[in-house]
Each structure stands twice: as C-alpha cells, then as structure tokens.
C-alpha cells in the first residue's frame, strides 16, 4: 500500500490519500484529544503529541501540526499510523463503524442566526451553490465548509480541515465563495465566517 500527501493552502496541514475511501458519507473533524477518543485512528495520529487538528474527508485525511512542529519528523509517523490502520483493516470509529454512533450536533455545528421561512429558496440556493461548487474545491485543498445560515443578505459559513486554519481562508471566504454566491443569489450580499 502507498500512501500519498500532498500539501494544502495551509502550511501547517498535510493532507494524506491512502488510495482507498475513509468515509463513505459526510466528513468528520476532530479538534482535540478528547474528540478523537471516538476514533483509533484519529487518536493515534493525536498521540504523536504534534498534531492540533485531524479531518476525515471521503477519500483523504488531513492533519494539522501543532505550531512550531515540522513535518520532517512528523510526516513518517503520520503515514506509518496510517499504513498500519489501513493494512490490518481497522475501523475507523470505536464501536466498529459509525453505523451505531450518534452524534449530538455541537454548539458549533448548529445555526448561528433565525432563518426566515420566507428565504427558504435562497437557501436551498446557497446549499447547492455550496454542495456542488464550493465544497469540492475545499475538499480539494484538504478541508470542507460547513453552512451556519443566512440572514439579511449575509451567509454564514464555518471552513473545516485543514482550511480551518490556514492563512487565506479570509480570502477563500471573501472573493472566492462570496463572489460566487453574490453572482448566483442576487439576495446575498455577504458573507462571514462562523
């Protein structure tokens, strides 16, 4: 088994394809330590002692090193964990799967503003915008986008991964996915980061 990386926006994340899918729906962050106790692999990638942020995409896990960390050292350790998870098969999440974990949406995850019933079609407008467009591109550089919600003309937006941290995410918001949804939604006038 070969494991690639590539580098991201962020200089501080690497984003490793293990050539094979991770998860088969959604996406998942893991923030800190105590996060990561629902995943082996997560985890063990937290237990090198150098790393602030893993994120399990479809097909790619990206990881953050903690500042002041390089990746000459930390990058081998990265893929070891990650060939030795993949080999034996392991599951991803305690339990077997993900099947049999729920999990309550965060303070984070949920709605930052009253959404407006009225704005309903501007919304589903934004969700496709964001699901088709926007987040493929993220996705790309190691990270995703998670929706907050929209009000008076501004859409919040929350970026995960390796994008959550990474130097030109003001500018990935502004004049990338502003610029987009503004030409689309003519309702949208902003947006803003959660």
């Known amino acids: 088994m070969f494991i690639e990386t590539e580098t991201t926006p962020n200089p501080a994340s690497l984003k490793f394809l293990p050539g094979r899918q991770v998860m088969a729906s959604g996406t998942r962050e893991f923030a800190t330590p105590e996060a ?44 070891a964990i990650l060939l030795d998870h993949f080999v034996s098969e392991a599951p991803l999440f305690a339990g077997g799967d993900a099947s049999g ?10 709605l930052l503003v009253e959404e407006d019933p ?23 550089d190691g990270g995703d986008i998670a929706y907050r919600g929209f009000k008076d003309g501004v859409v919040y937006l929350t970026l995960q991964g390796a994008c ?3 130097p030109s995410s003001t500018a990935t918001l502004k004049h990338g996915i502003e ?16």
Do not use: M
Request: hydrophobic share 45%; proline share 7%; net charge negative.
């Open 179 to 194: 610029g987009l949804l503004k030409h689309y939604v003519p309702e949208v006038i902003e947006v803003r980061a959660a």
């Open 164 to 166: 959550s941290g990474c």
């Open 118 to 140: 009225a704005d309903a079609d501007i919304v589903a407008q934004i969700n496709e915008l964001l699901e088709t467009r926007v987040r493929p591109a993220v996705a790309g």
């Open 36 to 79: 990561a106790e629902a995943s082996p692999l997560a985890q063990a990638i937290f237990d090198t002692g150098e790393v602030t942020n893993v994120f399990f995409g479809s097909d790619f896990i990206s990881v953050t090193a903690a500042p002041g960390t390089g990746w000459t050292a930390l990058k081998p350790q990265v893929v």
């Open 101 to 110: 974990i729920s999990v309550p949406p965060e303070a984070d995850e949920a």
